[in-house]
């Protein structure tokens, strides 16, 4: 099986998400290939400026990011929330990579999704506790299930949360983390 991990945490090298990567990839079978992408250590440009009106001009991270989710049997898409969805770097590198001819084809009402057969896992981090996310709706969530994997083919496999981080002492421990960790390990090993 061919993994793409995005880890998509602007400051990835020394956050929580740092050690999320490594307990997922450490834990995939040897028998798997694994491809890692780190959004925030890329650079590209985040904005789609025509729409799909107009392509841009080529990019290489972009290009080999398609390459990428098109390689893939399996992506992971990890990180954090922020006012309620996926950070705006994420937002953008799909809005560039899962374009119209590489993830998908639209053939007048009839839609021809090119991941067909991809699973993806999510993996999210936030400051709310879990329970408030239920209250005021996973739109983090919904983003990628009902749009993007529902238009692409993806299959959704798990959507592992941790909710939380960098709240009080209370919330936010040592051992909470560490079993968080352990959930996400589980994952990358039944792959």
């Known amino acids: 099986m061919n993994i ?4 998509s945490h602007p400051q990835a090298k020394g956050s929580f998400h740092e050690a999320i990567e490594k307990a997922f ?6 028998e798997h290939e694994v491809k890692v992408l780190r959004l ?9 400026r025509h729409g799909y009106a107009k392509r841009m001009k080529p990019d290489s991270y ?3 990011s398609q390459e990428l989710v098109t390689w893939a ?8 929330v922020w006012w309620g969805d996926a950070p705006a770097l ?3 590198w799909i809005d560039r990579v899962f374009t119209p001819g590489v993830t998908y084809h639209v053939e007048g009402i009839k839609i021809h999704k090119l991941l067909r057969g991809t699973s993806a896992d999510i993996i999210v981090t ?3 506790l879990r329970p408030l996310a239920w209250v005021f709706g996973n739109h983090h969530i919904g983003i990628f299930t009902h749009n993007l994997f529902a238009l692409c083919g993806i299959k959704k496999r798990r959507i592992i949360t941790i909710g939380g981080i960098g709240l009080t002492s209370q919330f936010d421990t040592p051992k909470r983390r560490a079993h968080f960790l352990e959930r996400v390990a589980r994952a990358a090993s039944s792959l």
């Open 4 to 7: 793409l991990y995005v880890n």
């Open 25 to 30: 990839v450490d834990h995939i079978s040897p």
């Open 40 to 48: 925030g250590d890329a650079t590209f440009d985040p904005i789609l």
């Open 62 to 64: 972009i290009e080999e």
């Open 73 to 80: 049997d399996h992506i992971v898409f990890a990180f954090p």
């Open 90 to 92: 994420m937002k953008g």
């Open 126 to 128: 936030q400051r709310g």
